[in-house]
């Protein structure tokens, strides 16, 4: 049966009903006369918008509803296939056809036959294989549905269902709620995944046969469902301020415990606050930063929470009106771009530090607890992202670009091993193709770019096992441990209603005037993202050298003040900072840019290699290292430690001959045609100098020697 030749009987109802009926009103318009034909019209008009209003009798595109409102839409579904030709004909072929049901579920659409024995076994699709569909019309008064839904588009293939609908709601979800065996196309070995079903053939059933000794078999699996990972970050930034947020007290790290505190921040009865100008400032510089929207008129509240590390049991911090809202930041993951929106940016004070005495230093093993208020008050602004993050790498490229950002605007050192960098981790799992968001578990207690990416990971495997054993996610905070590798449940998530904000009277609210935004904003430096480009398009750099030298200012600026003082090749430039230079900062503990070699010498090292007065490798060498420890100059280190580079052919002319007398089978090789054992020359040569010899003017008396 060729189905798209039958004709939708239920559309030629709805085209006689109107055919008959304008018929009428026509006929009774012409004999009839007075109040008839208003009713008649009246009547008429009621009828046609009803049929082609409630019946949605029209062609079109239907958005398909899911969701558990949507669950269980009885349907009588047909499967057929479509091909795309190479010269773009569309070709239907049909290779039978079978009652069923459709029942559309939240994670997709799921198919069943209404009898297992005469056709394909259950199907099921995720939503984002479905591809449209195309309803040609209902008819409410006997719900008969006709259209095409169309199944994983791909490669000019077409999986289609014809669906008419079925009378019975009761007799659909009956159907709909059959489970059937796992379909395998044919085709295909049952260790091979397909993405979607290959074309179904109706399968006659066998021929009796003698009835097998059951066995028992192994019961296949269900196929588990994708999730999606959904990933949000709060970064809290403590500010690069000489004071806390609203007292005199002193912020520097690592002081003695307790000894940075004053009456206002450990809320001692009858002080008052007041607020830290340079804090509100530098919150603002980050927000345009982020291209945010600076709100007019912002205010202080108290969010209140009894923890040990809260002197006042209420923190400073803003609830409904920001400082800032919106913007985005743009960040490379592996060579692609890609942004993440920014929900909100505000400021609030720090709170004290627990320590816990103990094994491990976690509370659940501490034998005691004790608490350093230094850190109470310090300016803490928040960057909380829009949840666009999908895996852990995007996290981590994005955090690792925000601190890049916050240290070329100079508000903070950023270090998360001293915690003036903070990051927690929201995160849930959701169907794929799923919009709404799953319970959400918050991470804390991260402290390298590594444990966030760590974190992210096993927070996702151990989400995905207990939705694939069904079991329920909490909404909870949870802990990272950095020797397991794994995060720990700590304490049940409040909500924003659990710490009963209140604006504080104690603080006036913030109206940054425009003028004070468009000085801010004149003073932002090259930001990174601007900065990496024009190394790319201006010096000729790789973008992955870009990014290495971007990724801190200092070494940035060095490096421009380094191509200066050289006058030319760039590239050459950037090696000593990406390469040699990396790997003393990395030993010290520094930054390239801070090892004791300046932007001046960094350049008269490349002119010496270029002169031919040391060899490259003698200059990464014993020469950088002696210039680092003596703070000399590179030309008075050779100068004083007899390294200059040997280039006189008569003085290697000898050593040259010493190597190939020592190496006659060598040398035996070199003639009989394997030119690259001369290398194992060069080297030896290279060694009888210390190094010092040229390595390009050995190579030539050595071709030029065994040439002959």
């Not at 049909?94 to 799921?110: D, K, Q, S």
């Not at 760590?454 to 996702?460: G, P, Q, S």
């Amino acid at each position: 049966m060729n189905l798209f030749r039958r004709r939708l009987w239920g559309d030629r109802v709805v085209l006689i009903i109107v055919a008959l009926a304008t018929a009428a009103v026509v006929y009774v318009y012409q004999t009839r006369g007075g109040e008839v034909r208003l009713y008649i019209l009246t009547g008429w008009s009621l009828m046609v918008a009803w049929l082609i209003g409630f019946s949605e009798l029209r062609i079109g595109r239907k958005q398909l509803r899911r969701g558990r409102d949507a669950m269980f839409l009885g349907l009588a579904a047909f499967v057929g296939e479509e091909r795309i030709d190479p010269d773009g004909e569309r070709r239907r072929g049909w290779t039978g056809a079978a009652p069923g049901a459709l029942a559309f579920e939240p994670h997709g659409i799921r198919w069943v036959p209404k009898r297992l024995d005469e056709g394909p076994e259950e199907l099921s699709f995720a939503w984002s294989d479905v591809y449209t569909w195309r309803l040609v019309g209902v008819i409410p008064f006997v719900w008969r549905a006709s259209g095409y839904l169309l199944i994983s588009n791909y490669g000019g293939r077409e999986n289609v269902f014809h669906i008419h609908g079925i009378r019975s709601w009761r007799h659909a979800v009956r159907e709909a709620a059959i489970v059937g065996p796992t379909l395998v196309a044919r085709g295909h070995s049952e260790a091979e995944p397909q993405s979607q079903p290959a074309a179904l053939a109706w399968v006659p059933p066998p021929p009796p046969e003698p009835e097998p000794v059951p066995v028992e078999q192994p019961q296949e699996k269900e196929k588990a469902p994708a999730f999606e990972p959904v990933i949000g970050l709060e970064c809290h930034v403590e500010l690069a301020t000489h004071s806390k947020m609203f007292c005199g007290c002193p912020t520097t790290f690592g002081g003695a415990p307790n000894t940075q505190v004053c009456a206002v921040c450990t809320g001692q009865p009858g002080t008052l606050p007041v607020p830290n100008r340079r804090a509100i400032e530098e919150t603002l510089r980050i927000a345009l930063a982020l291209g945010s929207t600076v709100a007019p008129r912002s205010i202080f509240h108290r969010k209140n929470y009894f923890y040990p590390d809260m002197p006042k049991n209420y923190q400073v911090s803003q609830y409904d009106i920001p400082m800032a809202s919106g913007g985005e930041l743009a960040f490379d993951v592996e060579g692609d771009r890609r942004s993440t929106r920014i929900h909100r940016v505000h400021l609030e004070e720090d709170t004290g530090k627990t320590l816990h005495a103990g094994e491990g230093g976690r509370i659940g093993a501490a034998e005691h607890a004790s608490i350093d208020y230094n850190r109470a008050g310090i300016p803490l602004v928040e960057i909380v992202s829009e949840a666009d993050l999908r895996t852990p790498e995007e996290a981590r490229a994005y955090l690792t670009e925000m601190r890049t950002l916050l240290l070329s605007l100079g508000v903070s050192n950023v270090r998360l091993e001293e915690g003036s960098l903070r990051c927690d981790a929201n995160v849930s799992l959701r169907p794929k193709g799923a919009t709404e968001f799953g319970v959400k578990t918050e991470i804390k207690n991260m402290n390298s770019l590594r444990s966030v990416q760590r974190a992210i990971e096993f927070e996702i495997e151990r989400q995905t096992r207990l939705l694939e054993r069904g079991e329920e996610i909490l909404q909870e905070t949870r802990h990272f441990d950095e020797e397991s590798g794994q995060t720990i449940g700590g304490r049940s998530k409040e909500y924003s209603a659990d710490y009963r904000y209140f604006p504080d009277p104690d603080l006036v609210p913030l109206e940054p005037s425009p003028s004070l935004l468009s000085e801010i904003r004149g003073t932002l430096p090259e930001l990174p993202s601007r900065r990496r480009a024009r190394f790319v398009s201006e010096f000729g750099l790789a973008p992955a050298d870009a990014r290495a030298l971007v990724v801190s200012p200092g070494v940035a600026d060095a490096f421009q003040q380094a191509v200066l003082a050289y006058g030319s090749s760039p590239q050459l430039v950037a090696r000593w900072y990406v390469g040699e230079l990396a790997q003393l900062a990395n030993e010290r503990g520094v930054e390239a840019h801070e090892v004791g070699v300046s932007p001046e010498r960094v350049a008269e090292l490349q002119r010496l290699v270029d002169d031919g007065k040391i060899s490259l490798s003698m200059a990464k060498g014993d020469v950088l290292r002696r210039v680092v420890e003596t703070g000399r100059s590179p030309g008075e280190v050779v100068a004083q430690s007899g390294l200059s580079q040997i280039s006189d052919t008569g003085e290697l002319g000898g050593i040259v001959e010493e190597v190939l007398e020592a190496n006659p089978e060598i040398v035996q090789q070199v003639r009989g045609g394997k030119t690259g054992a001369i290398n194992a020359l060069v080297g030896d040569v290279m060694k009888r100098t210390k190094g010092q010899a040229n390595a390009q003017v050995v190579r030539e008396l050595l071709t030029h020697r065994l040439g002959s």
